[in-house]
Structures are given as structure tokens and as C-alpha cells.
């Protein structure tokens, strides 16, 4: 299984970035699938989750209203959408997915599988 994460970049406070995550050799749409971030000197922490056919997802509460997941079953692809991004938002985005969650309902102690990662940074 492998979950290739894309999109990262640099970007000044205030705009928009989006990070997206293929998965190869997973049954995608069995998983509930989700991202977290990692900022230097800090433990990774959740962003989002979405649920296998979408219709749910959850949110840091930081994020609530600046951030929207999704995801294209047919695509393997989830994604990340960041508007309005903040310098505190600057840290290294991890997508993951988990087999046995319920709605999208995420834990870190949980999660199958991970991607590599992408790099945020946000200027201010």
C-alpha cells in the first residue's frame, strides 16, 4: 500500500494551497481516510477525516471553516483544500488511512497507513 501525498508548497498568509493523496494497492473506498500535519518541535496532531463515501468529515477546530476534505473514490484521491492559511498553519501535512473507523471518527494509535508527507509553509 502506498499513499502518495502532493500539493505542498509556500504561500503568504491569507491564501490557498491544496494537498492531495493518491493511494495505490488499498481499497480506497473501505477506508476512512484523513489528514494530520506535524509543525517542527511538535507532536503530529489531526486535521480533518472524511468518512468512506464522503458524507461525513470532522475538523480540527482551528481549521473548521478555512479547510474542506474530500475525496474521489473513483480517483483514489483525497483532498486537502486550505484557504485563508495562517503562519501557524506551516508544518509538514500527512495524509492516512484507517480500515476499521467508524463514520470519521479518527485515532492516531489507529491509522493502517501512512503517506510521506507534503511540506505547508505559510509567510506572514
Known amino acids: 500500500v502506498q499513499l502518495q501525498a502532493s500539493g505542498g508548497g509556500s504561500v503568504q498568509a491569507g491564501g490557498s494551497l491544496r494537498v492531495s493523496c493518491t493511494a495505490s494497492?488499498?481499497?480506497?473506498?473501505?477506508?476512512?481516510l484523513g489528514w494530520f500535519r506535524q509543525a517542527p518541535g511538535k507532536e503530529r496532531e489531526f486535521v480533518a477525516s472524511?468518512?468512506?463515501?464522503?458524507?461525513?468529515?470532522e475538523y480540527k477546530v482551528s481549521v473548521k471553516g478555512r479547510f474542506t476534505i474530500s475525496r474521489d473514490n473513483a480517483e483514489n484521491t483525497v483532498y486537502l483544500q486550505m484557504n485563508s492559511l495562517k503562519p501557524e498553519d506551516t508544518a509538514v501535512y500527512f495524509c492516512?488511512?484507517?480500515?476499521?473507523?467508524?463514520?470519521?471518527?479518527?485515532?492516531?494509535?489507529?491509522?493502517?497507513?501512512w503517506g510521506q508527507g507534503t511540506q505547508v509553509t505559510v509567510s506572514s
Open positions: 492516512a488511512a484507517d480500515l476499521g473507523a467508524l463514520g470519521a471518527t479518527m485515532s492516531m494509535r489507529a491509522i493502517d497507513y
Open positions: 472524511i468518512s468512506r463515501m464522503g458524507g461525513v468529515t
Open positions: 494497492g488499498l481499497t480506497f473506498s473501505r477506508s476512512v
